[in-house]
């Protein structure tokens, strides 16, 4: 009999299971758009040959992403983040999809860039509390374990310093 270790089906089955709370879709987003619009600018499109206007771009469509959760099929899992001693969990996800999505409409343009990835950032705060109720209580985001907290902390922290470096 072969150890489960010397079957590659299993461990890598196994690795993916391990791996998957921590692929963030919005990071990964995030990551690749920025990875995008940098090559972007390296060959020659003018407007995107600066780090913190690509930094705004990818946060832009990240946030643009994240917001459509909020009304799409990932919904309802939103709504289990929202901790107990919240009011109207439908509402507030309604708002904050709304919320998100302003903001990335804002970070598209230079006049507002500023005072969208400030709010954007603060708005992060007001939710970080979803996060480590989902956490806490295993919620399912659509077939996907919430992230554990203490990565989606870091992943939170980075979010909001990027948001504060494109509005400076």
Known sequence: MRP????????????AARLRPFLVAPLLL????????????????????DWQADARFALALMFGFTASAHFGSQRASLIQMVPGWLPRPELLVTVTGILEFLGALGLLLPTTASLAGSGLAMLLLAMFPANVNAAHQHVMIGTKPATPLWFRTVVQVLFIAALVWVSL
Request: proline share 6%; no cysteine; net charge positive.
């Open 30 to 49: 995030l990551a690749a758009g920025l990875l995008g619009l940098r090559a972007a600018g390296a060959l020659g499109v003018a407007p995107l040959n």
């Open 4 to 15: 489960a270790f010397a079957n590659p089906t299993h461990s890598t089955s196994t690795l």
